[in-house]
């Protein structure tokens, strides 16, 4: 009659006695994890558009933000107005209503005011629109953009590239860690896919200005927070 030791010693899994190679183990694993990251550049376009997102959402949650949305607000014409009654464009207005269109999905509406804001001075509307070239792996938009914001401006002293690396320093930081900049609400998006309806140029970019009913929407947005 065969013994429970027996069997045991019969059911016992073979092992190696031979020495593990952990250095070469280490070195297949590096060399498997680095055929598994994306691409330089596919890297650089995801983190410009983190960036850019954070960016955007900290301009629609500045608390004049809804302000310069109503200055920049004109119900009666459905063309892309330059100046508002004062004779200048609001430039800040410019700027969050792109910021807007850029996280509610209608980025190449974003670009027209980015482009718009950034062409009346706006520093952030250049950095914005770096960012958005860099997302999209358009290298020779980004650099003309950076360049801009860096050279080009001539309403004050340029920010020099410790402010522009901390800035993004912190954008990182928060797009890890979190922000108290809350993202558009259904409410918002539903309103600029209602002004989307309104009409957009062949290219299906939207043009005319947010009326006023988007910029309640948005003074309801920030007062929540």
């Known amino acids: 009659m065969t013994s429970i030791s027996e069997l045991l010693a019969h059911a016992a899994i073979p ?11 280490l070195r297949r694993i590096a060399s498997e994890a680095a055929r598994l990251s994306p691409p330089p550049h596919i890297e650089r376009a995801t983190q410009a558009g983190q960036r850019l997102s954070v960016v955007c959402r900290w301009v629609i949650n ?20 330059t100046t508002n009654p004062d004779g200048e464009l609001d430039i800040e207005g410019a700027l969050v209503f792109a910021c807007l269109l850029h996280l509610t999905n209608h ?4 670009q027209f005011w980015w482009q ?51 800035l993004e320093a912190v954008a990182r930081y928060v797009r890890t860690s979190g922000t108290g900049a809350s993202a558009p609400t259904g409410g ?3 309103e600029v896919d209602r002004l989307a309806s309104r009409g957009t140029n062949p290219s299906g ?19 929540r927070r």
């Open 15 to 25: 092992t190696s006695h031979r020495g593990f190679d952990v250095a070469g183990a």
């Open 62 to 81: 500045e608390p004049n933000a809804a302000v310069h949305m109503d200055r920049l607000a004109d119900d009666a014409r459905l063309t892309p107005p």
């Open 107 to 110: 980025p190449e509406s974003a």
């Open 116 to 166: 718009l804001a950034a062409g009346a001075g706006s520093r952030a509307a250049a950095y914005c629109l770096h960012l958005h070239h860099l997302k999209l792996g358009e290298t020779e938009a980004s650099q003309h953009w950076y360049h801009q914001l860096t050279h080009s401006m001539a309403d004050s002293a340029p920010p020099d590239a410790a402010f522009i690396e901390g």
């Open 188 to 190: 918002l998006e539903s």
């Open 205 to 223: 970019v939207i043009e005319h200005r947010p009326d006023r009913r988007l910029a309640q929407r948005l003074h309801e947005f920030t007062a």
